[in-house]
T-cell receptor, first 113, second 111 residues
Framework: DADVTQTPRNRITKTGKRIMLECSQT?????MYWYRQDPGLGLRLIYY???????NKGEISDGYSVSRQAQAKFSLSLESAIPNQTALYFC????????????FGPGTRLLVL | GQNIDQPTEMTATEGAIVQINCTYQ??????LFWYQQHAGEAPTFLSY????GLEEKGRFSSFLSRSKGYSYLLLKELQMKDSASYLC????????????FGRGTSLIVHP
């Protein structure tokens, strides 16, 4: 079984809708992250959490919010989706003892119409 | 801030050797990662260099020069399955050690 899972894997939504992307991990890591990937722009950090009570904005947090429900779960919400949020979204985990090597989930492909 | 540069695209022949370069400018440098990402899939970890020098891992090797702000990933005996994007990422002490990713190099291996 995969160590980091994401649901849904694909999602089509309309402008203005609220959607949630979910991430679960069995690696036992405290640190979790959300990234988006756009062609030509690489991976950009949206939010990160170093433990259940810790939430931090990343490079591009506007239009997004997150919730860390448990050590193993970290969800990303788009309160009112817009077309330029169409992207590939990845969740990741890391451990400081491992140099913060990022372990990625399989990704969620989101299309906002 | 950080500036990470790597070529956008490279092509190579099956069985050959290819070197993918990455240059960076950052304060508080801690280490440099290389990831492989096949189209539509998640990035997977290849290597992590903290000290200067070459680290070899099978067909893949990674080199780091901290003083020059330079790294390369060397792929030997190229196979068709090596066609993928290769992402360079830099971590620094001032950024909670969270890696910042370059835009990636798309490698196309042809027969």
């Amino acid at each position: 079984d995969a160590d980091v899972t994401q649901t849904p894997r694909n999602r089509i939504t309309k402008t203005g809708k609220r959607i949630m992307l979910e991430c679960s991990q069995t690696k036992g890591h405290d640190r979790m992250y959300w990234y988006r990937q756009d062609p030509g722009l690489g991976l950009r950090l949206i939010y990160y959490s170093f433990d259940v009570k810790d939430i931090n904005k990343g490079e591009i947090s506007d239009g997004y919010s997150v919730s860390r429900q448990a050590q193993a779960k970290f969800s990303l919400s788009l309160e009112s989706a817009i077309p330029n949020q169409t992207a590939l979204y990845f969740c990741a985990t890391s451990d400081p003892g491992d140099g913060e090597t990022q372990y990625f989930g399989p990704g969620t492909r989101l299309l906002v119409l | 801030g950080q500036n990470i540069d790597q070529p956008t695209e490279m092509t190579a022949t099956e069985g050959a050797i290819v070197q993918i370069n990455c240059t960076y400018q950052t304060s508080g440098f801690n280490g440099l990662f290389w990831y492989q990402q096949h189209a539509g899939e998640a990035p997977t970890f290849l290597s992590y260099n903290v000290l200067d020098g070459l680290e070899e891992k099978g067909r893949f090797s990674s080199f780091l020069s901290r003083s020059k702000g330079y790294s390369y990933l060397l792929l030997k005996e190229l196979q068709m399955k090596d066609s993928a994007s290769y992402l360079c990422a830099v971590s620094r002490s001032g950024g909670s050690y969270i890696p910042t990713f370059g835009r990636g190099t798309s490698l196309i291996v042809h027969p």
